[in-house]
C-alpha cells in the first residue's frame, strides 16, 4: 500500500469510514439500550474534531428495517448536531448528481442545498437491516435523505442488470470516483455477477487518473456455495474495498493478491452477537487519499461495551472432573464461577485506563459438556451476577457435538433437519423452507411452485412484514400455470395435466432469472394490494358514518313509513351488506315473485355495505379455489339468483347471463383480481371458455 504524506494540504481528502453501526439495538434493555446511541455520537465526534471532507457510511446504520421514533429521533438528532455548521466544504462533484441519486426528490448532494448549511456530507449505502421494503421501496435512509441529513446512494433496483455509476469527486489535484451497492441477497447477486450481469462504469477522462474507492455490504466470508461474494468478482480496477457487514473488525487494508486491489473491513461499532468475531477491539478508520496514495489511520472507540468470551471442554480436564463423580456438577459450576470472575477482573482493568467505557463489561462462558457430563441450571448461576455483567441471562452457553445418525422409515421432525448453527451465524428463512422439502415425504412435496420461490415468498412474509406475500405468490404461479396448459390445449385428464405441470415446474427452476422476475412481480402485486385495501377499508368506513348521520337526520316518521312499507327485507339485506354481499340486489327487493332487484332497489332507500379486505388464503384454499373456477366456468344459458326476503320460499327471481347482478360463488376464497374491482362487488371475473381444456357441461348454477 501507498502511503501519503500525513501533513494536510488542499490536494488530500480526509474520509471517516464506519459500517454497521446497527443503532436501536436493545434499545429497550435497561443496560445495553444506549450503546449504539453513545458510540454513534463518538463516530461523528471524531469526524468533527478532524475536520474530515466527508463521512462514508458501508451499511446497517439502523438495526431495524423500520426503527423506532426513539432510534429515528436520537440519529436525527446527532446528525444536526455534528454534521450542520458553516464550515465549508472544500471539494466538489463532478458527475451527474440526477443520476447518483437518481431515486430521491432531491437528486443532489445535501451541502449543495441552498437551504441547509451542512459542514460534513455523510455518504451512506442501505445494510441488509435498514433495506429498502414496502410498497414504495423505502428505507428509513431515505428518510434522512430527505431531510437533507444524509446522502444515500448505492441503490439499485433492477434483478436483470446492475450498473454501478461512481460520484465522481474532486478536492484539488486529487479525483475520488466513488462506487457503491447496497446490500441485494448473496445468491442473486453472486448469479449476477457470474452471468455478467454486473457493471462497473469508468469516467471516459483519465481512467487512470481516478482513485478508486468501492463500498459495498455483502457476505466476505463464505457461508455456503453462493451465499458470498468472492472477492474475485471485483473489477481489478478498483483501489480500496471498503466491505461491510462484516462484524470482525480488520480495518487495516489487506491487497488481493489475484486482483491487486485492497480491502479494508471497519467492522461493527457495537457487538450484536456473542462470537469470537465480535470480542475484537473495535475501530473506525480515517482514510487519506492523495492522487492515487492512501493512509488508513485507525481510530479506537472508547465508549464500545467490553466483551470477554471464553471456551471451555470439559472433557480436556480429567483430572478436575470425573463424569461417574456424584459431586461433579458442583466442581464444574464453581470452575466456571472462577473462570467469570477472572474475565472480569480483566474487564475492570481495561475500564480503568478508559473511563469512557460502560461500567459493567459482557461475558460470554461457552462450555462444551461432552462426555458424559450434566449441565447445571444457568438461571440460579446468573443470579449471581445480576449486578456485574451487562448480559446476565445469557452469561453461560452450554453445548456439545453429537454424530447423528440417520432414521429410516420415521415421521417428519423439522426441528430434527435444522442443524445449530455456530456461534455468531444467522440462519436464513428460505434456506430452512429449501431444506425442509429436500428432505420432506413426496406426499408433502411442492408440485406447483419452486422451492426457491417459496423461500422468498416466506422471508418476505417474515422479514419484511409482507402478509399477502405467499397468498400472492401462490396466485401469480396459478395464473401463469392455467394459461400455460391454456395454450397447450391440454387434454381434461388428470395424469396428463400433471405431467405438464411437472414438466412447466422443473423448467422455471432451471431458468433462476425468470423465477427471480416472477417472485418480484408477485411482491410488488403484495405491496400494492396491501395499501389498496388500506386505502379501501378507510373509505368505506367514512361512507358509512357518512350513511349513519343521514339516518339520524332524518324525519323520524318518515323513516317509519319507509321501514313499514318496505318490510323485514330491508334490515336482512343490511345485515348481509355488512359482510360483503351487493345490498340493492338482495336486501333492498320488495316482496313478489318476477320483481328485478333494479327495480326494487328505484322504491326503497339503498345502502352502501362495508368493505372488508379479502380474506388471506391459503394454498390449499388456493388449488381447491382454482379447481372450483374451473368447474363453475362453463355455465352456458340461465343462472338463478335467490332474493331472500324472509318470507315465502317461492320467492325467487331468474336473472338471464347479460344481467350485470354479482355472482358470489360458495368458495372460501376467491382468484379475483382486487385491483380492477371494487370491494362491493367482489365477484370472480370468467373468462372465455372457449379454448377452456376444463369445460365440463353444466347448465345452470344456483348462487346462495
Not at 383 to 412: S, T
Not at 658 to 668: G, I
Amino acid at each position: 500500500m501507498s502511503a501519503v504524506n500525513s501533513q494536510d494540504d488542499e490536494d488530500t481528502f480526509k474520509i471517516l469510514v464506519a459500517t454497521d453501526i446497527h443503532l436501536g439495538y436493545l434499545e429497550k434493555d435497561p443496560v445495553r439500550g444506549n450503546d449504539t446511541f453513545v458510540t454513534f455520537n463518538e463516530i461523528l465526534d471524531h469526524a468533527q474534531k478532524n475536520e474530515v471532507d466527508f463521512i462514508l457510511l458501508g451499511g446497517d446504520l439502523f438495526h431495524d428495517n423500520k426503527p423506532s421514533r426513539k432510534t429515528v429521533h436520537s440519529c436525527l438528532e446527532s446528525l444536526r448536531k455534528y454534521c450542520m455548521g458553516d464550515r465549508p466544504v472544500q471539494f466538489e462533484i463532478l458527475s451527474d448528481q440526477a443520476v447518483n441519486f437518481h431515486h430521491s426528490k432531491f437528486p443532489w448532494v445535501n451541502y449543495q442545498d441552498e437551504n441547509l448549511n451542512i459542514s460534513i456530507p455523510v455518504f451512506s449505502i442501505h445494510g441488509n437491516h435498514d433495506d429498502p421494503t414496502g410498497a414504495d421501496a423505502l428505507c428509513a435512509l431515505d428518510i434522512l435523505s430527505c431531510a437533507g441529513l444524509l446522502n444515500h446512494f448505492g441503490r439499485s433496483t433492477s434483478v436483470e442488470k446492475i450498473d454501478i455509476s461512481p460520484i465522481l469527486l474532486r478536492k484539488g489535484r486529487t479525483k475520488i470516483a466513488l462506487y457503491g451497492l447496497g446490500a441485494i441477497p448473496d445468491e442473486r447477486l453472486y448469479r449476477m455477477f457470474v452471468n455478467k450481469q454486473v457493471t462497473m462504469l469508468r469516467p471516459k477522462e483519465d481512467e487512470d487518473s481516478w482513485f478508486n474507492l468501492f463500498v459495498i455490504h455483502q457476505n466476505r466470508s463464505k457461508h455456503g456455495a453462493t451465499n458470498y461474494i468472492p472477492e474475485q468478482f471485483l473489477d481489478d480496477f478498483i483501489d480500496l474495498v471498503v466491505w461491510g457487514h462484516e462484524h470482525e473488525c480488520k480495518i487495516a487494508p489487506f491487497q488481493n493478491e489475484q486482483q491487486r486491489f485492497y480491502v479494508s473491513q471497519p467492522g461493527s461499532s457495537v457487538v450484536t452477537s456473542l462470537s469470537p468475531g465480535e470480542a475484537m477491539k473495535k475501530h473506525i478508520g480515517l482514510l487519506h487519499v492523495k492522487g492515487k496514495k492512501m493512509k488508513m489511520e485507525k481510530i479506537a472507540l472508547e465508549t464500545v461495551r467490553t466483551f470477554h468470551i471464553e471456551d471451555i471442554v470439559l472433557a480436556d480436564h480429567p483430572d478436575l472432573f470425573n463424569p461417574d463423580n456424584p459431586n461433579v456438577t458442583q466442581a464444574i459450576q464453581a470452575f466456571c464461577m472462577e473462570k467469570v470472575e477472572l474475565m472480569l477482573d480483566n474487564a475492570e482493568r481495561e475500564r480503568l485506563g478508559n473511563p469512557r467505557q460502560p461500567e459493567k463489561p459482557i461475558i460470554r462462558l461457552r462450555v462444551n459438556y461432552a462426555g458424559g457430563f450434566e449441565p447445571f441450571s444457568v438461571h440460579r448461576f446468573s443470579q449471581k451476577y445480576m449486578h456485574r455483567v451487562a448480559n446476565p441471562k445469557d452469561i453461560i452457553q452450554f453445548f456439545r457435538h453429537r454424530e447423528q445418525k440417520e432414521k429410516k422409515d420415521i415421521d417428519l421432525n423439522f426441528g430434527k433437519l435444522v442443524s445449530r448453527p455456530a456461534e455468531g451465524m444467522t440462519l436464513r428463512v428460505e434456506d430452512l423452507v429449501k431444506q425442509y422439502f429436500q428432505t420432506a415425504e413426496k406426499k408433502v412435496q411442492l408440485s406447483l411452485l419452486t422451492e426457491r420461490g417459496m423461500g422468498e415468498a416466506v422471508q418476505e412474509f417474515v422479514d419484511k412484514e409482507e402478509k399477502d406475500a405467499i397468498e400472492e405468490l401462490v396466485k401469480f404461479q396459478l395464473e401463469k400455470t392455467q394459461r400455460f396448459l391454456k395454450e397447450r390445449r391440454t387434454d381434461a385428464e388428470e395424469e396428463k395435466i400433471d405431467e405438464e405441470v411437472r414438466k412447466f415446474r422443473e423448467s422455471r427452476k432451471k431458468n433462476t432469472e425468470e423465477e427471480d422476475k416472477e417472485v418480484r412481480e408477485a411482491m410488488i402485486r403484495a405491496r400494492a394490494h396491501r395499501s389498496e385495501d388500506e386505502v379501501l377499508v378507510a373509505a368505506s368506513s367514512d361512507e358509512d358514518s357518512m350513511d349513519m348521520e343521514m339516518i339520524g337526520a332524518g324525519n323520524p316518521s318518515d323513516g317509519l313509513s319507509s321501514t313499514l312499507s318496505r318490510g323485514r327485507g330491508r334490515a336482512r339485506g343490511r345485515a348481509r351488506g355488512a359482510r360483503g354481499q351487493n345490498s340493492t340486489a338482495r336486501g333492498s327487493s320488495r316482496r313478489g315473485r318476477g320483481t328485478t332487484s333494479q327495480e326494487s332497489a328505484s322504491s326503497s332507500r339503498s345502502y352502501k355495505p362495508v368493505s372488508v379486505p379479502a380474506k388471506n388464503m391459503s394454498i390449499v384454499d388456493a388449488f381447491r379455489s382454482s379447481k372450483t373456477d374451473h368447474s363453475l366456468n362453463s355455465f352456458q344459458s340461465y343462472s338463478e339468483d335467490i332474493i331472500d326476503v324472509d318470507s315465502d320460499p317461492e320467492d325467487t327471481s331468474f336473472v338471464p347471463p347479460s344481467s350485470k347482478v354479482n355472482q358470489r360463488l360458495p368458495t372460501k376464497s376467491s382468484l379475483s383480481k382486487r385491483g380492477s374491482q371494487s370491494q362491493a362487488s367482489r365477484g370472480v371475473d370468467f373468462e372465455s371458455d372457449e379454448d377452456d381444456p376444463f369445460m365440463s357441461p353444466v347448465t345452470s348454477r344456483r348462487t346462495k
